[in-house]
């Protein structure tokens, strides 16, 4: 089994800071891409960023140059450093990660449960 664990969120203030973290545990081979999502109430999940094993970021144009992602390969854990937060960031966020499993080799995708971020004005 695999699990993703999310940690991090809260309620912050317009102009504030939150860091997530996503940890993965279980029976894992390697972790391909890593990233985060989110969804507002009344509206679709959207991409947030990612980030591959290797290789360069993609990051949301709305978030561009507020957020950070970044990932620690030893700890399997993906984080999402988040400054200058916007009302309109208010939304639950959720960690994905392309898990390879030992036995099968092949890449599955994993959600975790999601952490609310409110930001008020």
């Known amino acids: 089994q695999v699990q993703l664990v999310e940690s991090g969120g809260g309620l912050v203030q317009a102009g504030g800071s939150l860091r997530l973290s996503c940890a993965a545990s279980?029976?894992?081979?390697?972790?391909?891409?890593m990233g985060w999502y989110r969804q507002a109430p009344g509206k679709q999940r959207e991409l947030v960023a990612t980030?591959?094993?290797?290789?360069?970021?993609y990051y949301a144009d709305s978030v561009k140059g507020r957020f950070t992602i970044s990932r620690d390969n030893a700890k399997n854990t993906v984080y999402l450093q988040m400054n200058s937060l916007k009302p309109e960031d208010t939304a639950v966020y959720y960690c994905?990660?392309?898990?390879?499993?030992?036995?099968?080799?092949?890449?599955?995708?994993?959600w975790g449960q999601g952490t609310q971020v409110t930001v008020s004005s």
């Open positions: 994905n990660a392309h898990i390879v499993r030992p036995i099968t080799r092949v890449s599955q995708d994993y």
């Open positions: 279980g029976s894992i081979f390697n972790i391909n891409a």
């Open positions: 980030i591959p094993r290797l290789g360069n970021t």
